[in-house]
Nanobody, 113 residues
Framework: QVQLVESGGGLVQAGGSLRLSCAASGRSISNYDMGWYRQAPGKEREYVAGIRWSGSTTYADSVKGRFTISRDNAKNTVALPMNSLKPEETAIYYC???????WGQGTQVTVSS
């Protein structure tokens, strides 16, 4: 069974940085696309970034130049270093394994003013 576990969330001041990580188990991620999403209270879940099996990346316009998605297939992990965080980016951040329609439990990111 595929499982995803996010880590790295926490409290940070505006302009600060956090590095999120997603650890997958049960299946190798090496041949598959992976993604990060976030959901703020009272809002829809929002696409943040994706990385294809080939290593090609895509980003929501709002995070381009500040967030960087990467993968380590040997460790079966996907990371999301986030720089210059803004208060409006306070949300629960989720890892996604699309081919299995699988989500992690989420990790809370809180950006204070």
């Amino acid at each position: 069974q595929v499982q995803l576990v996010e880590s790295g969330g926490g409290l940070v001041q505006a302009g600060g940085s956090l590095r999120l990580s997603c650890a997958a188990s049960g299946r190798s991620i090496s041949n598959y696309d992976m993604g990060w999403y976030r959901q703020a209270p009272g809002k829809e879940r929002e696409y943040v970034a994706g990385i294809r099996w080939s290593g090609s990346t895509t980003y929501a316009d709002s995070v381009k130049g500040r967030f960087t998605i990467s993968r380590d297939n040997a460790k079966n992990t996907v990371a999301l270093p986030m720089n210059s965080l803004k208060p409006e980016e306070t949300a629960i951040y989720y890892c996604r394994f699309p081919v299995y329609d699988r989500w992690g439990q989420g990790t809370q990111v809180t950006v204070s003013s």
